[in-house]
């Protein structure tokens, strides 16, 4: 398992950079500056040829959530994750299935990167679950996929907010518990489900939060991500 990175505030906000090609990303990265360290890239951008945005970061001493949701066999896994061992990423997404996660966690031995196991996504309720085959409630299997990410030696889970607390309490204190779905008080919760504002996520026992549009459709991007670090900051004061 991969240390989770630094504590600092700016370490634990990560920017989605959901948005259709690279200059977007590019003039979203301009505009917070020094005030945001740690970015988002899925498949949007990575099928719009934003890969090379990885190493960039990178490179301008930024961390990337490589958020690629990846699961299939054995072997096509370890090829796969070795292969983003190579990019430069600071984080990973594998959909928390024991077998996709143990393979995972055999490639990236000694690499650094830390891979999350994805439970359940923050778009889907119980009726969701139900329509796809599954029986257990959200929560149930939130926390049983979290455990299985234990198990497997993962470097952490996400999870929404709603189920940090309940995560955290599987998991332990040394793993990162990721949340997306995460929305300011008062913000429009788009098309997520089980959103939570910033603070109670912290206060929840999230080590990260990933927010996009309310930072990345803002008239001042940089105005916002200040905001939610003060919220964050202010309920890391009352934890």
Do not use: W
């Amino acid at each position: 398992m991969n240390a989770v990175p630094g504590n600092a505030l700016s370490d634990r906000l990560i920017v989605a950079l959901d948005v259709p090609d690279i200059l977007t990303a590019a003039g979203i990265v301009e505009r917070l500056g020094d005030s945001v360290s740690f970015y988002k890239i899925g498949y949007q951008l990575v099928y719009s040829g934003g890969l090379p945005l990885v190493r960039d970061l990178a490179a301008a001493g930024k961390k990337v959530f490589l958020d690629l949701k990846l699961l299939d066999i054995d072997n096509t896994m370890e090829k796969g994750v070795e292969a983003v061992t190579r990019l430069g990423a600071t984080m990973l997404t594998v959909h928390a299935y024991p077998k996709a996660m143990q393979a995972a966690v055999k490639a990236a031995q000694g690499s650094g990167l830390i891979l999350l196991g994805v439970t359940v996504l923050t778009s889907m309720d119980a009726r969701d679950l139900s329509e796809a085959g599954y029986h257990d409630a959200p929560e149930a299997l939130v926390a049983k996929r979290a455990r299985q990410a234990l198990n497997a030696g993962m470097g952490g889970v996400v999870c929404s907010a709603a189920e940090a607390e309940l995560v955290r309490d599987v998991v332990g204190p040394q793993m990162a518990v990721v949340t997306p779905g995460i929305r300011p008080a008062g913000g429009e919760s788009g098309d997520q489900k089980r959103v939570v504002t910033p603070g109670a996520a912290i206060c929840a026992g999230a080590s990260h939060l990933v927010v996009g549009r309310p930072i990345a459709a803002a008239a001042d991007p940089r105005a916002a991500a200040l905001d939610i670090l003060d919220e964050m900051r202010a309920a890391a004061g009352r934890a």
